[in-house]
Nanobody, 124 residues
């Protein structure tokens, strides 16, 4: 089993940037495809970005393409989400997740382990 501990997030003005980190313990992160999801109040938990085990392949939700970048450092057992040009509609609780399935996993139910969530608030 892998434990995921998130850090980063907070309050930022529109147009600003934040970086989220997700550190794994218990198992080697390179065994897992990784992803980021987000959940706004009253809404479903939606896919944001995903990355393959080696980091060579990525995928993004259309709403964040060109603004967010997912990356991983398997030597540090950590995955990152760099968020630039933030908009008020990006406000949500963000979750990292680890999957034993697939290469680049965009399906929420295919993820096996989840981080604790971190709040991102973008003010207008």
């Amino acid at each position: 089993q892998v434990q995921l501990l998130q850090s980063g997030g907070g309050l930022v003005q529109a147009g600003g940037s934040l970086r989220l980190s997700c550190a794994a313990s218990g198992r080697t992160l390179s065994n897992y495809a990784m992803g980021w999801f987000r959940q706004a109040p009253g809404k479903e938990r939606d896919f944001v970005a995903a990355i393959s085990r080696g980091g060579g392949s990525t995928d993004y939700a259309d709403s964040v393409k060109g603004r967010f970048t997912i990356s991983r450092d398997n030597a540090k057992n950590t995955v990152y989400l760099q968020m630039n040009s933030l908009k008020p509609e990006d406000t949500a609780v963000y979750y990292c997740a680890a999957s034993l399935r697939g290469v680049v996993v965009t399906v929420r139910d295919w993820y096996n382990y989840w981080g604790q969530g971190t709040q991102v608030t973008v003010s207008s």
